[in-house]
C-alpha cells in the first residue's frame, strides 16, 4: 500500500505564501504523475496543478503565475508553493499519485487545509 502525508497548510494574509508538502511511502515501485487537488466549501473539488515523473507540469487557470509544482522523484515527494495568495484559494488542499504498488492505482492524502484571510 501506499500512504500520502502533506504538510504545510495553515493561515496567512492575503498576499502571503504557503508551501504545501506531500511525501509517499509504502511498498512503490514507481510513481507517475503527482498533483494537487483542492476542495473549497460548497465546490466540487478541482485540479489545482499536477507534475509528471519527466516534470511536465499543469496548472488550472486560477493558479498559474502564482503557484508552481514541484517534486523529488528520490523521496517521492512533491511541493506545491503558493505565493500571492488569494481569499478564493482557501480550501481543503489534497495531494494524490499514481503510483505502482500492487498495480498501477491513485492514491490520496488526508488533506491540509488552507485559509487565507482578506
Known amino acids: 500500500q501506499v500512504q500520502l502525508v502533506e504538510s504545510g497548510g495553515g493561515l496567512v494574509e492575503a498576499g502571503g505564501s504557503l508551501r504545501l508538502s506531500c511525501a509517499a511511502s509504502?511498498?512503490?515501485?514507481?510513481?507517475?504523475?503527482m498533483g494537487w487537488y483542492r476542495q473549497a466549501p460548497g465546490k466540487q473539488r478541482e485540479l489545482v496543478a499536477t507534475?509528471?515523473?519527466?516534470?511536465?507540469?499543469v496548472y488550472t487557470d486560477s493558479v498559474k503565475g502564482r503557484f508552481t509544482i514541484s517534486r523529488d522523484n528520490a523521496k517521492n515527494t512533491v511541493f506545491l508553493q503558493m505565493n500571492s495568495l488569494k481569499p478564493e484559494d482557501t480550501a481543503i488542499y489534497y495531494c494524490?499519485?499514481?503510483?505502482?504498488?500492487?498495480?498501477?492505482?491513485?492514491?490520496w492524502g488526508q488533506g491540509t487545509q488552507v485559509t487565507v484571510s482578506s
Open positions: 494524490y499519485c499514481n503510483a505502482y504498488s500492487m498495480a498501477w492505482d491513485l492514491y
Open positions: 509504502g511498498r512503490i515501485f514507481n510513481i507517475n504523475v
Open positions: 507534475i509528471n515523473s519527466g516534470g511536465t507540469t
